[in-house]
Structures are given as C-alpha cells and as structure tokens.
C-alpha cells in the first residue's frame, strides 16, 4: 500500500475531530482514543464533513458546519408514531429516553427513542437524535493510505491483518 498525499475516494483516512452543536454542547469526540479511521467516498461520514474533507492532506486542521441536510437529514414530524404497549416484549423495562433497535418493513434495522409513556400508549422518536442539528466539526487529518482491494469491496476499512467476517 503506498501513502496518498491528498484524501479522495479510496483512501483510507484517520482523523481526531471534536463534534459539537450550536450550543456548544460536545456530542462525540475522538480524545482520549485513537483517531477514526474511514474509507472515503463509501457514506461512511456524514456527507457533509466527507464533501470538506475532499482535497485535503495530512496535518490539516478543519472546523466545518454541516447543515441538517448534509448531516442526519431535516427532523420529520412522521418519524414520531404512538404504539400500543404491546408492540414491545412483555418483560421490557420501557422509559421515557430509552434507545431500541427495532426493524422497519423491509426488515432493516431502525433506531428509536422513547419520548412519552401515557396508559397502554408509547410514542416513539425514529429520527436519528441529531436530525436537524447544524453539527460543528473541528477535525484534525493525522493519516492517509490507499484502501485495499478488500476495504474497497467490503466498503469499510478493516484493522491491521485484514477482516474476516
């Protein structure tokens, strides 16, 4: 693998970054751990902070706003739904602010958030939790490579000695 000097689609990217809203509340960052590692032009970021970081080489310092749109998309008052008790297993402990994988028609997974408990009805949040929010990045490019045929195939990056799935 040899080393890319800017960041394209297919490269291998690492990166600390800091991610907060417009209150300056910080929701992730990579402090402490060891930096993300992406494979760019595979969705694998948000568009957003993928589209800024085009270009780009090692050692470059970025502070870039995404809007909703290019982020976790606009709120959708649709994604909110009440369901009986029922939908959910007997034994579950349900809680105003718990956090559920459920599965949508096509059977692909789905994220939900309890946001009311009232009787025998539960309404249920199905946007991401940062829909739309602007999200302020500040980012910190400390690696490029080249994917490998497998990365590229797989659409993901895998650690050291490959993947194996």
Request: no cysteine.
């Amino acid at each position: 693998m040899s080393a890319s000097n800017t960041i394209a689609a297919g490269s291998v990217v690492s990166i600390h970054y800091k991610l907060t809203l417009d209150d300056g509340n910080v929701v992730d960052s990579s402090e402490g751990r060891d930096p993300l590692s992406y494979l760019h032009g595979q969705g694998n970021i948000v568009a957003g902070l993928e589209e800024a970081l085009t270009g780009q080489a090692v050692g470059a310092d970025l502070k870039v706003t995404v809007s909703p749109e290019q982020g976790y998309g606009a709120r959708d008052d649709r994604a909110v739904q009440t369901v009986p008790r029922g939908a959910f297993p007997p034994d579950a402990q349900l809680k105003e602010g718990l956090s559920f994988q459920a599965r949508d028609e096509a059977g692909r997974p789905l994220m939900g958030t309890i946001t009311k408990l009232e009787g025998d009805e539960v309404t249920v949040d199905f946007n991401h939790p940062l829909a739309g929010q602007n999200l302020h990045f500040e980012v910190s490019i400390t690696e490029i490579r080249a994917a490998t045929e497998e990365e590229i195939s797989h659409g993901h990056v895998h650690g050291p000695g490959g993947h194996h799935h």
